[in-house]
């Protein structure tokens, strides 16, 4: 039987993607105590990398998108990290979203609302978190967001 986070997915016709292997030199993600900490996942959907520039090549609206499927990855990585099981997430800590943005770009925390929103959609209060959203120049491989995150486990 699949657990209230897995039937919430479903019932929001969401499907989790594998949780991705990593690009470079680090590990997915690291369990300490019980604290999960969720390293950066790109912005990737069924069609592949979601590349772009907010302010310049998207909107608001497509960069949601983007910080969206970052959180899919985020949860991906997390069930992986937990067997399986995702109802161990007690709560979600932490995200940190970067944005590949303009210099003028100022809408920030509504790119990375897309991942914030998931997050509350599928815990309710327990997805409600703590939040940082910045720009950057640059993303790896020309991505529109990274999100990282940190969640309390049982």
Known sequence: MAGRIEARLKDLGLVLPDAP??????????????????????????????????????????GAKAARRCGMSLLAQARAALGGDLDRIRRVVKLTGFVNSTADFTD???????CSDLMVELLGDAGRHARAAVSAPALPLGVAVEIEAVFQVA
């Open 21 to 62: 292997a990593p690009a470079a030199n680090y590990v997915p993600f690291v369990q300490a105590g019980d604290l999960l900490f969720v390293s950066g996942q790109i912005s990737q959907g069924p069609e592949g990398l979601i590349r772009g520039r907010l302010g310049d090549t998207m909107d608001v609206a497509e």
């Open 108 to 114: 920030q925390p509504k790119v990375i609302n897309g």
